[in-house]
């Protein structure tokens, strides 16, 4: 089993939509878990990050943690063409290394 | 804001050559962190140093060393380039207290083309 799995995409979804970006992972002991977001050719940047169950909203996103499933989401509301990125989950367990799932690619159509 | 810049966007080098790729953090962190991304294999751990002088290999170390002689600057070096190291190279620091304030920043990533 891998240690952070995500679906590779591209997931599409119309302008306006709300796009639904899913992590799973292993480790039981993860304890924070950030959302970054890549353009093509760019480095990864820091979207948002959760630790607690439970929803967190941020303007247009919203992470979702559910340690119990070992599942963590990201909800973009109102998705624009500039949204489409990949998003890469990384869960964090303290005092040790990040780990990176391999992305979901996010197309957003006019 | 958080500022980790890397020396430079792209580079060219040739088969053999001695590769130095630098990265500089403007907030203390201690924490610093070299990575390859190719298509389709995700980021890769190449090196990390959790303090000055201080390196520990990462997930894919081969052919790759590190040199953190300044809190500040993270060093990557490859010896002697080979073309299966034409990659994107991403530096990254992180804040550190063991807690969940830790945060991870990246610098704008070096692509590296072995000829």
């Known amino acids: 089993q891998k240690e952070v799995e995500q679906n590779s995409g591209p997931l599409s979804v119309p302008e306006g939509a709300i796009a639904s970006l899913n992590c799973t992972y292993s480790?039981?002991?993860?304890?924070?878990f950030f959302w970054y977001r890549q353009y093509s050719g760019k480095s990864p940047e820091l979207i948002m990050f959760?630790?607690?169950?439970g929803d967190k909203e941020d303007g247009r996103f919203t992470a979702q943690l559910n340690k119990a499933s070992q599942y963590v989401s990201l909800l973009i509301r109102d998705s624009q063409p500039s949204d489409s990125a990949t998003y890469l989950c990384?869960?964090?367990?303290?005092?040790?290394?990040?780990?990176f799932g391999p992305g979901t690619r996010l197309s957003v159509l006019p | 804001d958080v500022k980790v810049t890397q020396s430079s966007r792209y580079l060219v080098k040739r088969t053999g050559e001695k590769v130095f790729l630098e990265c500089v953090q403007d907030m203390d962190h201690e924490n610093m962190f070299w990575y390859r991304q190719d298509p389709g294999l995700g980021l890769r751990l190449i090196y990390f140093s959790y303090d000055v002088k201080m390196k520990e290999k990462g997930d894919i170390p081969e052919g790759y060393s590190v040199s953190r002689e300044k809190k500040e600057r993270f060093s990557l070096i490859l010896e002697s380039a080979s073309t299966n190291q034409t990659s994107m190279y991403l530096c990254?620091?992180?804040?550190?207290?063991?807690?969940?304030?830790?945060?991870?920043?990246f610098g704008p990533g070096t692509r590296l083309t072995v000829l």
């Open positions: 480790d039981r002991g993860s304890q924070s």
């Open positions: 959760i630790y607690s169950n």
């Open positions: 990254a620091s992180r804040t550190y207290s063991g807690g969940g304030a830790d945060t991870q920043y």
């Open positions: 990384a869960p964090y367990r303290y005092g040790q290394n990040f780990v």
